[in-house]
């Protein structure tokens, strides 16, 4: 994507021109969350530290931002190439789909194309359960797993009701040789027999980048969003206020009645019913 | 007061003579001991070898799949648990089974227990070590197996099983151990002076200076009625907190508050079937049929069946109540009529129909019959649990296929190494120990009554007397703990 760098620098520039101004955007915010209900109760800037991990995680930067993401479903043709471009970036192999595209039926029987990253919840059922405190949530509201100290127990991966967590049962895929040894953030190479997902490329968003999924859209469906500055970008370039964008698009999370408070929020329009737990097959 | 069946089979009718009193105890120590003294036999070689070679093949299977991952055991993204824990909850389950059944029949002063308990306690001891041991091929990485204990979270259900597990085996040791002291003192005195270190330090250290006094004896029946009493909640503990790695989780299938007692019941059942085959097995070996009967293995059928009854009840109100509601429907389907349901229907035929008729017919009810009842339950149960595992691992929680799992050559391995290391083990451990406790065979009133029991007490004193040249003092006919255990029965 030729125009993606751009939009990327845009990102930079928008967040940063965000963060400069943030005093009146949290005021707007604050004044629009507590005449209007929020979506799914989101409590925008409560971003809750994951205490000791967090500090292990080498995630050094204050909380400036709360990452979130809008995946616009009215324009995803379903191609894929979110997927293909996080496993290249991650090199992953074909099985490991941190994000995936799954085709969905809707409630008159036609198709529709859903991708589903880690949906970074606020309240991980993943987290609670990894025995040994490898699964941590930054403050930047970020679930990530620290593959150094995982057991490879997959409990995590029963918990999970998004199935987004991918083991690596093998020696996965060919990978050059590595500046940096893999963190928590930027896990590559993957480690055998421990578990990985979804990081929601934390480092890009924290350099000023896109995700590689938002970045690898064509169609500009993915939108990386910051909480904390109220801004979304995606691929096309399009900024939006985050917040006002969920509002008036009826944004949902998905299973939200798992209570798991996802930080990845959908916009339907097709007649869509995200929120079905019906294990229908 | 009298324990014996009306009935009495044919090969123990001379137990309840008063005349034979002597040689039964001179019987019982010698039976008990057969597995020690006698040299092990060409068959003994031959199995220990083969068994032996099983093992080996598991661990070799299981560097192999160190080195190449755990796809090689056929798991991926959507089974991602499989084979390895349903391993794990089968072997921990006969241990709890066993176990518990011993517990259970100590606490109730069923004196027929007697010639089974020391089987039944090493099979507990033996299997929750497999089974313990079953989690390092599950992992992912079991090297760093020690972070649960130096990065704990305390709110993972999997810290907890450690911690059950953990304190669930040091109980089942402690268990296995106590009844055992008075058979070392006997063993160790029959040695003499001329042992070798290893035999002082097993016979004559972990016999403690028994002598078989009354204030030993009580010491050491309070002991075991105490660990019999702990053993119950911590093997129940145990599988309520294994059956919380699967209902804690929001997965369709296993999110259920049926769960803990499912598991407990299931582990029951199995167990008692182990401990029915592990006793036809060391009967079989060891010629023991003089004092293991028919009578043992019929009433070990009726338990294993009423617990078989229970868990039939609780599969059904398992599916009835994640079925009804058409919510988890998918889970269901597959279950019974998709494609797991010719395991499903394997364990309500092999392993509930198939027991409950073989100890309904008189024809059947017999030793051959129970044994081979036994072990369509113990595989159709190991088979339940994959059926409880797989379906909801595998379903599709968002939308698309089924996940699928595949035995491979390594998994298989490794899981009859699982099971080959049962008999391994206890046959070398019966190398070293007697096949029962000499004193509860003595103590339990077996011989009949009590005046009988006291008798055959102070022949025991006779015989320790004669090798030890110490005088121990038989308990009288109207002690408390002889009449007890009679009474229960």
């Known amino acids: ?281 | 007061m009298v324990v014996m069946d009306n009935k009495i089979e044919s090969d123990q009718t001379d137990i309840v003579d008063s005349d034979a009193d002597e040689t039964w105890v001179n019987d019982v120590t010698e039976s008990a001991m057969r597995s020690m003294r006698n040299k092990p036999g060409k068959a003994w070689w031959v199995a220990i070898t083969l068994l032996g070679l099983v093992i080996v093949a598991g661990v070799i299977a299981w560097i192999y799949q160190l080195k190449h991952g755990l796809a090689s055991a056929g798991y991926n993204d959507r089974a991602f648990w499989a084979v390895y824990i349903a391993d794990v909850i089968t072997f921990i389950g006969v241990s709890y089974g066993g176990a518990v059944t011993s517990a259970i029949l100590r606490l109730t002063g069923q004196s027929w227990r007697a010639p089974l308990t020391r089987l039944a306690e090493a099979m507990a001891l033996v299997t929750v070590i497999i089974g313990g041991t079953f989690i390092f091929p599950h992992l992912g990485r079991p090297d760093r197996f020690l972070n649960i204990v130096i990065y704990p979270n305390f709110s993972s259900p999997l810290f907890w099983d450690f911690m059950a597990i953990l304190t669930y085996t040091v109980a089942t040791m402690i268990f296995f151990y106590l009844p055992l002291i008075p058979d070392m003192a006997v063993v160790s005195k029959m040695l003499g002076e001329k042992k070798k270190l290893w035999q002082k330090f097993l016979y004559s250290s972990l016999s403690f200076n028994w002598l078989g006094s009354e204030k030993q004896k009580k010491a050491l029946h309070r002991g075991l009625t105490i660990i019999s009493l702990l053993i119950i909640p911590l093997a129940v503990s145990v599988h309520s907190v294994l059956s919380w790695a699967f209902a804690l989780t929001s997965r369709p299938g296993w999110m259920e508050t049926v769960f803990p007692p499912y598991f407990v019941i299931a582990a029951l059942y199995s167990g008692t079937a182990m401990v029915v085959l592990v006793v036809a097995g060391f009967r079989k070996g060891y010629k023991l049929q003089r004092f293991i009967t028919d009578r043992h293995f019929v009433r070990l059928g009726y338990l294993m069946v009423a617990l078989g009854l229970v868990y039939l009840y609780l599969t059904f109100a398992d599916l009835v109540t994640e079925g009804y509601t058409g919510i988890t429907t998918g889970w269901i389907k597959q279950t019974v009529t998709g494609s797991y349901a010719p395991a499903f229907w394997f364990y309500v035929f092999a392993g509930e129909l198939l027991p409950i008729f073989v100890v309904a017919f008189k024809k059947t009810r017999n030793v051959t019959g129970i044994t081979v009842a036994s072990v369509f339950v113990v595989i159709s149960l190991w088979v339940k649990r994959l059926v409880i595992v797989l379906p909801a691992a595998t379903q599709p929680l968002i939308a698309g296929a089924w996940g699928s799992y595949h035995f491979t050559w390594v998994s298989i391995t490794i899981t009859l190494a699982g099971v080959a290391a049962i008999p391994f083990l206890l046959m070398i451990m019966f190398r070293f120990i007697p096949l029962f406790s000499i004193e509860e065979m003595e103590e339990a009133g077996e011989l009949g009554s009590v005046e009988q029991v006291s008798a055959h007490t102070q022949v025991l004193a006779k015989i320790l007397a004669k090798y030890t040249g110490l005088e121990v003092t038989a308990p009288k006919a109207s002690k408390t703990l002889t009449a007890s255990e009679t009474e229960g029965k």
């Open chain 1, 1 to 281: 994507m030729p125009e993606s760098k751009v939009n990327r620098r845009n990102f930079l520039k928008i967040v940063g021109a965000a963060t400069a101004a943030g005093t009146v955007d949290m005021v707007t915010y604050k004044a629009y969350a507590s005449t209007n209900s929020a979506p799914n109760g989101w409590k925008g800037t409560s971003g809750v530290a994951g205490s000791s991990a967090a500090s292990m995680a080498n995630t050094a930067s204050p909380p400036d931002h709360q990452w979130a993401m809008v995946i616009d479903l009215r324009s995803c043709n379903g191609c894929k190439s979110c997927t293909a471009a996080c496993q290249k970036a991650h090199y992953l192999t074909e099985d490991q789909t941190w994000i995936d595209v799954f085709t969905m039926t809707d409630t008159i029987g036609r198709t529709y194309s859903m991708p589903r990253p880690c949906m970074q919840c606020e309240n991980p059922p993943c987290l609670h359960v990894c025995p040994v405190h490898a699964t941590f949530r930054t403050d930047q509201g970020v679930v990530l797993v620290n593959q150094g100290r995982c057991i490879g127990c997959r409990m995590c991966m029963a918990a999970c009701p998004y199935q987004a967590r991918y083991f690596n049962w093998n020696a996965g895929v060919e990978y050059p040789s590595m500046p940096i040894k893999p963190t928590p953030e930027m896990p590559v190479p993957q480690r055998l027999g421990t578990v990985g997902k979804c990081t929601f490329c934390v480092g890009n968003l924290n350099d000023g980048l896109l995700s590689e999924c938002a970045a690898g859209c064509p169609m500009g469906s993915i939108y990386n969003g910051d909480m904390k500055t109220d801004v979304g970008v995606n691929s096309m370039g399009n900024t939006i206020k985050l917040s006002e964008f969920l509002y008036d698009n009826d944004a949902v999370t998905f299973k939200t009645s798992q209570n798991t408070h996802p930080r990845v929020w959908y916009i339907l329009g097709h007649g869509q019913n995200l929120d079905n737990d019906d294990q229908a097959s």
